[in-house]
């Protein structure tokens, strides 16, 4: 268990944090830039100080102001990835791992064999570290912080210097790391697209403040979370189980719910877990069975709550039997059709919206030894 | 001709002794020229304005004032002086160690602003990331800042040596002008001067001093050049 509760007061500006999070497990902070995330995780580093609180990691205190109590950044066993990598230049990729594995604690987590392994060093293992691309820096940067043993692992925004390309090369290794090993996970980042891959736990930052925390799927029909994506990116994550493929159109078949939707789809294999988002704005609300649609996708619900989004639309969370899913109409829409809580609802979803990009594997929760 | 280009036995004497006291001098300042740079650079202590002014001194008093403090600390019956000479026999006025001490005086504001300078440089980030893969400080200090701050240190070690070579004015107050013991390139040129038929001499001297200049500085700028492509981002 990850305990957080910090205070800290910068001129006019102030950091009021607070969260928790079960080990193992990935918490993704989310937020604006500048709403205090890295600072946040700098504190939690040991490498800033804070005015007042507390940190707690599995029972163990890393700082507690009121007792006196703050542990070296050394001592912390807390592994970092800094946005920049930060390798050191006067040392090869060889020279940068083994200084983090001479100086890490017992006990052993993660095997050096095993990380390079994960993060496809071996070919890198002789270089210099400064004629390496963007994304060999990070994954260095990563496997670098995996040495020194940690307990868990810190990891600020380690894409956002990348360009997409590179950013698509080096989350398929964040993905494995996750499900691979049992080290948490501590992820800033303000993009959204990878907290959806990686996060199993969301905690919302504004302005200094953590407004709200839960598990993915419960965050993403929450309106703090909404407030900061924007409304074109709202949207529900639902948990997915692929079912078949269906041989004459070639999309999955997958269980959302009690329903099934249709879904394109990379090598998903029948039984595999899977995460999927689906956008409110891709959704239609019918109050009667569809028929003679172009629409194939069809999940049979209750609304269970009708919000105001911006004038004239509204969004309708819709109970499709275990997973909610949201819908954003037109508020004249909401009056013709009379709709309300409570009423029994079909929602309709384009095929062609749900792409690879929504599609991601569920974590895998590794339980620890 | 040749007998302008070749040195009399005099005159490789005060050049091997130019060497060697330079060398000795670049050796005694670089410890404290480092832990003065980062005193200066890394903490904040009440005096450290003052501290800034006591290191530049040598750079704006004149020579032979450094000189005269050096004879009242270190000579035979100053406070410093005294004491060395009664605990472990140890002289430095009119020998080769007072040269160098006087040079090393002279030359320590010019390393301590090289070494400054390559410390500024050096990225807090890669000591935070030290800390976090769990160096400690004396750790983080030896294995990231001294290896990275590493071209200032040799670009500054070798200006002194260069700057060394030519010191006069300390040198001849504290230890005097005794050839094969004290009398240095600089010395040596200013004897030849004072002597009737010098002239030859003075020239030979002259020459050599402002090749052994050169050669520091290219040294110093190529060393430095090297070792910053070597661990430039």
């Known amino acids: 268990m990850l305990e957080v509760r910090v205070c800290k007061l910068r001129g006019d500006w102030r950091l009021d944090a607070e969260f928790s999070m079960p080990t193992p497990g990935i918490v993704a902070l989310f937020g604006r830039s500048g709403c205090g995330k890295s600072t946040l995780v700098d504190i939690i580093a040991g490498l800033v100080a804070a005015d007042s609180g507390r940190v707690a990691l599995d029972g163990h205190v890393l700082l507690d102001v009121a007792q006196h109590c703050d542990v070296k950044p050394e001592r912390r066993r807390i592994g970092y990835v800094f946005q920049d990598a930060k390798l050191f230049p006067h040392l090869s990729v060889a020279g940068n791992l083994s200084y983090a594995a001479r ?19 071996g070919p890198l293992l002789a270089r210099r570290t400064q004629g390496l691309s963007g994304g060999e820096r990070q994954r260095v940067a990563i496997g670098r912080a995996l040495l020194c043993q940690p307990r868990l692992l ?19 290794y964040l993905e494995a790391l996750r499900d691979q090993l049992a080290v948490p996970m501590v992820y800033v980042s303000h993009q959204f697209d990878e907290v959806l891959r990686l996060a199993t736990h969301l905690v919302l930052m504004d302005a200094g403040k953590t407004v709200a925390q839960g598990d993915l799927g419960a965050m993403s029909l929450r309106p703090e979370l909404r407030a900061i994506i924007g409304a074109e990116a709202v949207g529900s994550i639902v948990d997915a189980e692929v079912l078949g493929i269906d041989s004459a159109s070639g999309l999955h078949r997958v269980r959302v719910g009690a329903g099934v939707l249709a ?32 629409v194939r996708n069809e999940l049979a619900g209750t609304i269970v709550a009708i919000a105001a989004d911006e004038p004239d ?57 | 001709m040749t007998s302008a280009v070749s040195l009399r036995a005099d005159e490789y004497a005060a050049l091997y002794l130019s060497l060697e006291v330079a060398t000795r001098a670049v050796l005694l300042d670089l410890p404290f020229a480092i832990a003065t740079a980062w005193l200066l650079t890394r903490r904040r202590f009440y005096g450290r304005a003052a501290l800034d002014a006591i290191v530049h001194l040598p750079l704006v008093l004149p020579p032979v004032v450094v000189g005269y403090v050096l004879l009242l600390v270190f000579g035979a019956r100053g406070p410093i002086g005294g004491w060395l000479d009664r605990t472990f026999g140890l002289q430095l006025v009119f020998t080769a160690n ?71 004015g300390a040198v001849i107050t504290f230890v005097s002008n005794i050839p094969g013991e004290t009398r240095t390139l600089p010395l040596a040129l200013y004897t030849a001067l004072q002597t009737p038929n010098g002239d030859a001499e003075a020239a ?22 090297a070792l910053r492509r070597r661990l430039g981002p």
């Open chain 2, 98 to 168: 007072g040269a160098a001490l006087a040079t090393a005086v002279m030359s320590f504001p010019l390393m301590v602003r090289a070494i400054r300078i390559s410390l500024e440089n050096v990225d807090r980030g890669l000591e935070d990331a030290a800390r976090t893969l769990g160096a400690g400080a004396l750790d983080r200090f030896a294995t990231i800042t001294l290896p990275l701050m590493l071209p200032g240190v040799l670009a500054g070690a070798v200006t002194a040596f260069s700057a060394g070579l030519g010191e006069f």
């Open chain 1, 313 to 369: 639309a509204d969004l309708v969370s819709i109970d499709v039997g275990g997973a909610t899913i949201l819908a954003r109409i037109t508020s004249a829409a909401t009056r013709s059709l009379g709709l309300h809580p409570g009423m029994a609802a079909w929602a309709l979803v384009k095929s062609v919206s749900l792409s690879g990009r929504s599609l991601a594997r569920a974590p895998l929760t590794k339980t620890r030894a």
């Open chain 2, 204 to 225: 030979r001297l002259a020459t050599l001093s402002v090749v052994l200049g050169i050669a520091g500085l290219l040294l110093a700028e190529g060393l430095a050049r």
């Open chain 1, 103 to 121: 100086r890490a604690g017992s006990p052993e987590i993660v095997s050096f064999d095993a990380v390079i392994d994960l993060l496809a060093l």
């Open chain 1, 154 to 172: 810190l990891l600020d925004e380690p894409l956002a210097a990348l360009d997409a390309a590179r950013r698509a090369e080096v989350l398929p």
């Open chain 1, 263 to 294: 879904l394109r789809g990379a090598g998903a294999a029948p039984g595999s877990r899977w995460r999927v988002q689906i956008l409110a704005r891709d959704v239609i609300v019918a109050t009667e069975a569809p028929r003679s649609l172009s």
